[in-house]
């Protein structure tokens, strides 16, 4: 069965650091675009940060220059390193895979999610 | 930025009732059009991909359509775990954006 599990979350000071996981299982992850999704508290959805199969990366105008997304195909891993955290970062962040190859638009696994609380 | 709309906010409907949900792009997005569901305390589920594409296991009552700018999800009759929040997602050149979600709950 495929499966996405988040983790690295917690409480971080505003102008901390953090970075998530999100270990891959059950399908072969190199072949699979991935993407970071976030929910602020009682709130929608907002795509953060996707990143390609050959590493190609691209970001959200509000995390950009602060967020970078990587992944490690060897471990199934993907990752999402959070610089400057400010108090509107908080949320839960979910990795979720791309559905299929090129052109489609949807996603069809996701994890648990992530709480990352930006607060002094 | 693409700015997705849908409409409305609150959907109020009864087990058995059609319900129709709409999504608006602010400029055309073609096809590149997804549904989702989400319960509380619970991850998004993909319902449609591509507009009008039931993702695996998605029950049939569930269809979407449109392209461009406006697009449909509708649930023919509506069972009692239907009821949830509704988001739709578009993709243009690898970024994407989300609607603001239209909540269906019991009546």
């Known amino acids: 069965e495929a499966q996405l599990l988040e983790s690295g979350g917690g409480l971080v000071q505003p102008g901390g650091s953090l970075r998530l996981s999100c270990e891959a299982s059950?399908?072969?992850?190199?072949?699979?675009?991935m993407n970071w999704v976030r929910q602020a508290p009682g709130k929608g959805l907002e795509w953060v940060s996707g990143i390609g199969g050959s590493d190609w990366t691209i970001y959200a105008d509000s995390v950009k220059g602060r967020f970078t997304i990587s992944r490690d195909n060897s471990r199934k891993t993907l990752y999402l390193q959070m610089n400057s955290l400010r108090a509107d970062d908080t949320a839960t962040y979910y990795c979720?895979?791309?559905?299929?190859?090129?052109?489609?638009?949807?996603?069809?696994?996701w994890g648990q999610g992530a709480l990352v609380t930006v607060s002094s | 930025e693409i700015v997705l709309t849908q409409s409305p906010a609150t959907l109020s409907l009864s087990p058995g009732e059609r319900a129709t949900l709409s999504c608006r792009a602010s400029q055309s997005v073609s096809t590149y059009l997804a549904w989702y569901q989400q319960k509380p305390g619970q991850a998004p589920r993909l319902l449609i991909y591509d507009a009008s594409n039931r993702a695996p296991g998605i029950p049939a009552r569930f269809s979407g359509s449109g392209s461009g700018t406006d697009f449909t999800l509708t649930i023919s009759s509506l069972e009692s775990e239907d009821f949830a929040v509704y988001y739709c997602?578009?993709?243009?050149?690898?970024?994407?954006?989300f609607g603001q979600g239209t909540k269906l709950e019991i009546k």
């Open positions: 059950g399908f072969t992850f190199s072949s699979y675009n």
């Open positions: 997602q578009q993709r243009t050149n690898s970024i994407y954006t």
């Open positions: 979720a895979r791309k559905w299929s190859g090129g052109n489609t638009c949807g996603f069809d696994l």
